[in-house]
Nanobody
Framework: QVQLVESGGGLVQPGGSLRLSCAASTSIFSIYAMGWYRQSPGKQRELVATITSGGSTNYADSVKGRFTISRDNAKNTVYLQMNSLKPEDTAVYYC?????????????WGQGTQVTVSS
């Protein structure tokens, strides 16, 4: 079992920045693909960004050029740097850890952190 704890959310004005962090309680953090997802009221959870164990990244079109995902395997932590924030970025942001084996997939989720972009 992997526990994920997000932090760094809050209220920010349009055009501002926030950095989300997600700390994982596993000694094998480095083999997990990590991701950030978000969910707004009345909408389905959507992918924001992912980073593989090898460091390859993928972004939703809506955040490309504004958000950056990174990981520090020594600290068992994944980050999401969010710049040029827009009101439509308002959502609860969730951290995900994923790995696949021959027999099954493992998926773990954090409790979420609220990001509100408003003037």
């Amino acid at each position: 079992q992997v526990q994920l704890v997000e932090s760094g959310g809050g209220l920010v004005q349009p055009g501002g920045s926030l950095r989300l962090s997600c700390a994982a309680s596993t000694s094998i953090f480095s083999i997990y693909a990590m991701g950030w997802y978000r969910q707004s009221p009345g909408k389905q959870r959507e992918l924001v960004a992912t980073i593989t164990s090898g460091g390859s990244t993928n972004y939703a079109d809506s955040v490309k050029g504004r958000f950056t995902i990174s990981r520090d395997n020594a600290k068992n932590t994944v980050y999401l740097q969010m710049n040029s924030l827009k009101p439509e970025d308002t959502a609860v942001y969730y951290c995900n850890a994923h790995r696949s084996t021959t027999w099954r997939d493992y998926d773990y989720w954090g409790q979420g952190t609220q990001v509100t972009v408003s003037s």
